[in-house]
């Protein structure tokens, strides 16, 4: 197992059912190695939720000598409004929000209505007044590049 894998499984292992892991990243061999470990939950992520795991992981790190006698520098977040959807599971999080999807080089923005195992479903309001109309937009997964979430501030 790298170490990548292994910092995921323990993270994983000491969250609640509804948090999970997004990414794990490890910096390249500068000393501190800088370890950036970005969770997610179905109902949302507190800074509470990420000093835990933060303080609960640096234990096991430092317990297990997973960097050895080497310095390291754990961080945990969430991932920001500007990071695009990696998982399944952010998008079943995301229902009813409206999404920017770039699929071939173009982009699709839509409230997003439904997800599926291997697809997404996004409502579009094409027009305005009278000409409003109303589209329902399928995307596979496959043909997804990127996903983001696109913040209101109505």
Known sequence: ??????????????????????????????????????????????????????????????????????????????PGVDQPLKLKRQYYKNTGRNLKVKVQELFVEGKLKEVTEDRIVLVQEIGSGKKKEIKEKEISFSEIEKAFVMVSFK
């Open 1 to 78: 197992m790298d170490l990548v894998e292994e910092i995921r499984n323990l993270a994983t292992g000491n969250l609640s059912p509804d948090k999970f892991v997004v990414e794990v990243l490890i910096s390249g061999n500068k000393i501190p190695r800088r370890v950036l470990i970005t969770i997610d939950g179905d109902h949302g992520i507190t800074i509470d939720d990420c000093a835990d795991l933060s303080r609960k992981l640096s234990k096991e790190f430092d317990d297990r000598a997973l960097f050895g006698e080497e310095n390291y520098m754990l961080e945990v977040s969430t």
